[in-house]
């Protein structure tokens, strides 16, 4: 939602429906000021250049999942419910321009665009780091790397998914995004168990060689 005292909301908005009339890439700023109404120095005042202004776009999926996270029954959910429901909800802020977010992406792959291609990866891992906090993830260490790889995994994934998908409501996307987090809460028992196995086998080892007559290693012949 966005109020006329709000430039950058009306300049974001003007140029996603410029790219629905057209193409993503046929927007131009100096066409984006002029159907807001402002001249080109003032979009220039809050976007150095047309890439700011797809990162303000996906700015808007993140604030609607920080939202969603607040709303009182988020924290109900289990771990799993609550991840599907944030990426969910990143991804229903921006289904009503579907189209235009898909051109904006391909636009990014396109060979040679590496000065928006490093900053699209740091804004994914920031987008990431917002959905951790906002599931509540308290990972730390080796796990926590893990966790991160297969979040954003999962996360990138269901998006280019997602961006193709012509199911109701998104539903193939949720069904997609629901079986890849019951693959990865298997992952991660599986690795965690084998963590902890690993490590009390290793505590009773040391504990045996402290004891004297409880080595657990066979005498020299």
Not at 124 to 146: C, F, G, K, N
Request: hydrophobic share 40%; proline share 3%; charged share 30%.
């Amino acid at each position: 939602m966005t109020t006329d005292n709000d430039v950058p909301g009306r300049v974001v908005d003007a140029a996603i429906e410029l790219g629905e009339k057209s193409s993503w890439e046929a927007v131009r700023l100096h066409d984006v000021a002029a159907a807001v109404g402002i001249t080109l120095d003032e979009v220039r005042r809050y976007f150095r250049e047309k890439e700011d202004v797809v990162d303000a776009w996906f700015d808007r999926a993140d604030r609607a999942m920080l939202e969603e996270a607040e709303t009182h029954d988020f924290l109900d959910l289990t771990p799993r419910q609550r991840l599907h429901r944030l990426i969910m909800t990143w991804l229903g802020a921006l289904a009503p321009h579907r189209k235009v977010t898909r051109q904006m992406i391909y636009g990014k792959l396109e060979p040679g665009h590496f000065h928006i291609q490093i900053p699209g990866l740091m804004r994914i891992s920031r987008t990431v780091q917002w959905m951790r906090e906002a599931a509540h993830r308290d990972a730390t260490y080796v796990r926590r790397a893990l966790e991160e790889t297969g979040i954003t995994t999962i996360y990138v994934t269901t998006f280019f998914y997602w961006m193709n998908d012509d199911s109701a409501g998104s539903a193939g996307s949720s069904r997609f995004l629901d079986g890849c987090l019951a693959i990865a809460e298997r992952l991660d028992r599986t690795v965690y168990s084998f963590r902890r196995g690993a490590a009390g086998r290793m505590s009773a080892k040391t504990e045996a060689e402290r004891v004297p007559g409880r080595s657990t290693d066979k005498p020299a012949a």
